[in-house]
């Protein structure tokens, strides 16, 4: 079973930034980030695979956010800049042993969110 644990969430205005981390237990071979605004479901954000250091992000992450790991101390991050008001949510650091970790309904292993709140 892998744990996960985030941290870095918090309030900043419209332009400011925040960088999320989440410590895992064990090795993975994806890691990633989910995120789940009030009223909406969770929607991918970014993820990044060990083997190769491949990235992907969604649309409106890219040029924003920047995601990378540290497999040495099992750690991930999330760099988030320019943050707007529809980037307020809570946001889920995603783990799995398979390169499912785009796939709301397939990444095993979930963090509990660290809450990003962003105002206008």
């Known amino acids: 079973q892998v744990q996960l644990a985030e941290s870095g969430g918090g309030s900043v205005q419209a332009g400011g930034s925040l960088k999320l981390t989440c410590t895992t237990s064990?090795?993975?071979?994806?890691m990633g980030w989910f995120r789940q605004a009030p009223g909406k479901g969770r929607e991918a954000v970014a993820q990044?695979?060990?083997?190769?250091?491949?990235?992907n992000y969604a649309d409106f992450a890219k040029g924003r956010f920047t995601i990378a790991r540290d497999n040495a101390n099992n750690t991930l991050s999330l760099e988030m800049n320019n943050l707007q008001p529809e980037d307020t949510a809570t946001y889920y650091c995603?783990?799995?042993?398979?390169?499912?970790?785009?796939?709301?309904?397939?990444?095993?292993?979930w963090g509990q969110g660290t809450q990003v709140t962003v105002s206008s």
């Open positions: 995603v783990a799995d042993r398979r390169p499912v970790c785009k796939f709301l309904d397939r990444v095993a292993y």
């Open positions: 990044i695979y060990s083997r190769d250091g491949d990235t």
């Open positions: 064990e090795y993975s071979y994806c």
